[in-house]
T-cell receptor
Framework: KQEVTQIPAALSVPEGENLVLNCSFTDSAIYNLQWFRQDPGKGLTSLLLIQSSQREQTSGRLNASLDKSSGRSTLYIAASQPGDSATYLCAVPSTGANNLFFGTGTRLTVIP | ETGVTQTPRHLVMGMTNKKSLKCEQH?????MYWYKQSAKKPLELMFV???????ENNSVPSRFSPECPNSSHLFLHLHTLQPEDSALYLC????????????????FGNGTRLTVT
């Protein structure tokens, strides 16, 4: 069964700093990898989706990379802002399984 | 208006009650999902519907009963729940059949915070 791990569980950084969030998965047979953001008391918002054939995907200040062979992905946030404070989750759909496996997330706090 | 709307936002129910959660999507998607989010645990997939047909039941107890009358609406009927069922229940939708729809992003509602007393 696919297992998805996100370390650290929580991270605090001063405003303006660049930061990297990590995601690892045990089964490299995946369709893609997805990054989501969740604000307190809210649902998840899709940020980026990287296909299994891609190495990275960019959206604004966000850049996600994927190394399928090593079972790792990173989410890079440039010039962090207080509005980036949220929990960030990664998720992978495994081939042969009709499921999207989620990590437990990294709670990011950007301090003004 | 958000793409995926869930009602109610909060629900408190006793173990002998019967209640229903409602989800509606306005995105023209044809796959819908129920997820359970408990504290410090990964999101757990409960049910998947594709073109109104249930394609996944992830070993969920029978006290949870889904219903998908059309591609825009999804319900979760609850009866004789246990305190450990207290959680945030999230509905999501996506384009395409469920098996391949993970190639398009899931759109989530804001969830129903359920407390079972």
């Amino acid at each position: 069964k696919q297992e998805v791990t996100q370390i650290p569980a929580a991270l605090s950084v001063p405003e303006g700093e660049n930061l990297v969030l990590n995601c690892s998965f045990t089964d490299s047979a995946i369709y893609n990898l997805q990054w989501f953001r969740q604000d307190p008391g809210k649902g998840l918002t899709s940020l980026l989706l990287i296909q299994s054939s891609q190495r990275e995907q960019t959206s604004g200040r966000l850049n996600a990379s994927l190394d399928k062979s090593s079972g790792r992905s990173t989410l890079y946030i440039a010039a962090s802002q207080p509005g980036d404070s949220a929990t960030y989750l990664c998720a992978v759909p495994s081939t042969g399984a009709n499921n999207l496996f989620f990590g437990t997330g990294t709670r990011l706090t950007v301090i003004p | 208006e958000t793409g995926v709307t869930q009602t109610p936002r909060h629900l408190v129910m006793g173990m002998t009650n019967k209640k229903s959660l409602k989800c509606e999507q306005h995105l023209g998607h044809n796959a819908m999902y129920w997820y359970k989010q408990s504290a410090k645990k990964p999101l757990e997939l409960m049910f998947v519907y594709s073109l109104e047909e249930r394609v996944e039941n992830n070993s969920v107890p029978s006290r949870f009963s889904p219903e998908c009358p059309n591609s825009s609406h999804l319900f979760l009927h609850l009866h004789t729940l246990q305190p450990e069922d207290s959680a945030l229940y999230l509905c999501a939708s996506s384009q395409g059949s469920a098996r391949y729809s993970y190639n398009s992003p899931l759109h989530f509602g804001n969830g129903t915070r359920l407390t079972v007393t």
